[in-house]
């Protein structure tokens, strides 16, 4: 069982900083793709930013020179740092890895619990 914990969400002021960490335990044959997503209410889980297993990065455009999605393998955690702030980041913001779990398994999503980013304008 693969878990994902969630940590360095909180309140910052526009134009400030955060990291947020996602850090897994548990069983993992193959690390696909690893992904932080953002949800306000009432809208859709929009993705944020997502690294392969190759290190390659995509970025939503919101985001595109703001923030930047980096992996420790050592570690087996995903980072997020988020730079120039806006109070249009605040939202729930999500870890999602996309693993296999042992050979002969097909692939799976894990979620993290989510972490409260909120910017005060």
């Known amino acids: 069982q693969v878990q994902l914990v969630e940590s360095g969400g909180g309140l910052v002021q526009a134009g400030g900083s955060l990291t947020l960490s996602c850090a897994a335990s548990?069983?993992?044959?193959?690390?696909?793709?690893m992904a932080w997503y953002r949800q306000t209410p009432g809208k859709q889980r929009e993705v944020v930013a997502t690294?392969?297993?190759?290190?390659?990065?995509r970025y939503a455009d919101s985001v595109k020179g703001r923030f930047t999605i980096s992996r420790d393998n050592a570690k087996n955690t995903v980072y997020l740092q988020m730079n120039s702030l806006k109070p249009e980041d605040t939202a729930v913001y999500y870890c999602?890895?996309?693993?296999?779990?042992?050979?002969?398994?097909?692939?799976?999503?894990?979620w993290g619990q989510g972490t409260q980013v909120t910017v005060s304008s």
């Open positions: 999602k890895w996309t693993i296999v779990a042992s050979p002969g398994t097909y692939e799976s999503d894990y």
């Open positions: 690294i392969t297993s190759g290190s390659s990065t």
């Open positions: 548990g069983s993992i044959f193959n690390l696909l793709v």
